[in-house]
């Protein structure tokens, strides 16, 4: 074995090809990648907006180097705010059907894992040329969308633009500013104005947010485990929570996502919509809602499971991501559909939304980089840049290849895990039952937040029981984890923890 890092990179790389993924670009996309050396510009376009005198900001995880998206705010007349978010344009620089393209093609995604990224589009691209990094001028889709005092968006507009990146922010610092519990963050302090400016963008955030809960929009909050590195030592496996910066640039997108289904239905666009269907298994979610006495209704209502959330948010927010991860899994997973206006497409069950897609990240996904063409080619009164069927194909493909890509990351964070846990065979953990199916059952630890497969003494358990387990045995290059039940399920009646 050599460094812990990697190690986990080696492990990495075994699972993507396992999952038929491209860990490495070709010849022909690194020959394409060499005769590229600027960004891109609007090259004396008119269509193509001068905007790089305004706030743009970008707020990102603190390691976080393919910058997709900018924002910024300006308040206007009756509590009315104008915001809007500015989209890398990757288009510009990838072209459909080049080398690069196809490699982005074939995984769809970029893939994280703890032992270290695998991304959709070379660095010199995704880090640099195609990212909107800081102090740097470059072209991108704007979604500008006026917001009324009650979190309604009254319209919005779609268009082509330069930008400019003021300041690169962080999200625990920013949260941390925004919600009282530590200082404003030097890099808003070394921009006049921009600490009113992110004011602004937290409250227009809050409204947006406020409307769509009270149109159903569940409040799920999942542990996001992140291995953490001392040198090329893993030391340590943490959790990254939710914050009020977080909330801002994720109220900021769906908005956004929204607005950019909203300009391709009135151009008459197809386009690649995001759904979570209404949940098959919602009989076991008004069980596990039973156990503190909610009694939800016999068949699927978001606002009445947004409601249940909220109180046990507020009950026990301690333990609330667990309740949140059993949830999640009982509502099932997201898709990609082809919308081509009479299909009657189903609903994003999780966001209480209708018209949805995914158009904010296309260095990092490549249906947003279909969508930024769909776009480009209404903006430009082109023809469709892909035929109907290509599009049904790379639905059903991306949502496969999501899938792929997350069970690589999982993969990965059980690996991680498990380089952690290797000394402890025989430690007994308070867990969470997160999968019970006729392949297995597992079982997420409270603390370290890890998961692994029951083994032993399994019973009769499933989504969201709670329970105490032993750890028998672990597998890093498997990544497997693997656990024995001990004692009795807790009482379904009472409360967890």
């Known amino acids: 074995m050599g460094t812990h890092r990697s190690d986990l990179r080696g492990i990495a790389r075994r699972a993507m090809v396992e999952r038929d993924f491209y860990p490495d670009f070709s010849s022909a996309a690194l020959g394409e990648l060499s005769r590229i050396s600027a960004p891109a510009d609007g090259n004396g376009d008119p269509e193509v907006r001068d905007l790089t005198h305004w706030q743009w900001v970008s707020i990102d995880n603190d390691d976080s180097r393919d910058l997709d998206q900018l924002t910024v705010a300006e308040a206007a007349s009756d509590g009315i705010v104008e915001i809007r978010v500015a989209i890398a344009d990757v288009d510009a620089?990838?072209?459909?059907?080049?080398?690069?393209?196809?490699?982005?093609?074939?995984?769809?995604?970029?893939?994280?894992?703890?032992?270290?990224?695998?991304?959709?589009?070379?660095d010199k691209l995704s880090t640099d040329l195609t990212s909107l990094n800081e102090h740097q001028e470059r072209l991108a889709i704007v979604a500008d969308m006026r917001v009324a005092n009650d979190g309604e968006v009254l319209d919005s507009r779609i268009y082509r633009a330069m930008v400019r990146n003021q300041a690169k922010l962080a999200y625990p610092a920013v949260g941390a500013w925004l919600e009282g519990s530590g200082p404003i963050p030097d890099a808003v302090k070394a921009v006049e104005g921009l600490e009113a400016q992110l004011q602004l963008q937290d409250r227009v955030a809050r409204r947006l947010k406020a409307r769509r809960h009270q149109e159903g929009a569940l409040s799920l909050e999942t542990l996001e485990p992140k291995a953490v590195f001392d040198g090329e030592r893993l030391s340590n496996v943490l959790v990254e929570r939710k914050n009020r910066a977080r909330d801002l640039i994720e109220d900021f997108m769906i908005a956004a996502?929204?607005?950019?289904?909203?300009?391709?239905?009135?151009?008459?666009?197809?386009?690649?919509?995001?759904?979570?269907?209404?949940?098959?298994?919602?009989?076991?979610?008004?069980?596990?809602?039973?156990?503190?006495?909610?009694?939800?209704?016999?068949?699927?209502?978001?606002?009445?499971?947004?409601?249940?959330?909220?109180?046990?948010?507020?009950?026990?927010?301690?333990?609330?991501?667990?309740l949140s991860l059993a949830i999640v899994k009982l509502i099932g997973r997201g898709e990609y559909v082809l919308d081509r206006w009479q299909d009657?497409?189903?609903?994003?069950?999780?966001?209480?939304?209708?018209?949805?897609?995914?158009?904010?990240?296309?260095?990092?996904?490549?249906?947003?980089?279909?969508?930024?063409?769909?776009?480009?080619?209404?903006?430009?009164?082109?023809?469709?840049?892909?035929?109907?069927?290509?599009?049904?194909?790379?639905?059903?493909?991306?949502?496969?290849?999501?899938?792929?890509?997350?069970?690589?990351?999982?993969?990965?964070?059980?690996?991680?895990?498990?380089?952690?846990?290797?000394?402890?065979?025989?430690?007994?953990?308070?867990?969470?039952?997160?999968?019970?199916?006729?392949?297995?059952?597992?079982?997420?630890?409270?603390?370290?937040?890890?998961?692994?497969?029951?083994?032993?003494?399994?019973?009769?358990?499933?989504?969201?029981?709670?329970?105490?387990?032993?750890?028998?045995?672990?597998?890093?290059?498997?990544?497997?984890?693997?656990?024995?039940?001990?004692?009795?399920?807790?009482?379904?009646?009472?409360?967890?923890?």
């Open 93 to 122: 620089l990838v072209a459909k059907d080049s080398s690069l393209d196809a490699h982005a093609l074939h995984n769809t995604t970029s893939v994280y894992t703890s032992g270290g990224v695998f991304p959709m589009l070379p």
């Open 257 to 322: 996502n929204q607005a950019t289904v909203s300009f391709l239905k009135t151009e008459g666009m197809p386009s690649f919509r995001r759904v979570l269907r209404s949940p098959e298994r919602w009989q076991r979610i008004v069980e596990v809602a039973s156990r503190w006495n909610e009694a939800l209704p016999a068949e699927p209502d978001a606002r009445a499971l947004e409601s249940f959330l909220v109180t046990r948010r507020e009950a026990d927010p301690l333990r609330f991501p667990d």
């Open 344 to 497: 009657g497409a189903a609903e994003h069950f999780g966001l209480a939304v209708k018209d949805y897609t995914h158009s904010t990240a296309p260095n990092r996904r490549f249906p947003d980089l279909i969508t930024q063409r769909l776009i480009k080619a209404a903006l430009a009164q082109a023809s469709l840049p892909y035929r109907l069927d290509e599009l049904q194909f790379l639905a059903d493909h991306c949502t496969g290849k999501e899938d792929d890509a997350e069970k690589v990351e999982r993969q990965l964070r059980k690996s991680a895990a498990a380089l952690l846990l290797e000394s402890q065979i025989g430690r007994r953990f308070d867990a969470i039952v997160t999968g019970a199916s006729s392949k297995g059952t597992w079982v997420r630890l409270i603390d370290p937040p890890v998961e692994g497969k029951l083994v032993s003494r399994i019973g009769s358990l499933d989504v969201g029981d709670t329970l105490t387990v032993e750890l028998l045995h672990t597998d890093v290059e498997r990544g497997f984890i693997d656990f024995a039940r001990i004692g009795p399920v807790q009482d379904r009646n009472q409360p967890a923890g």
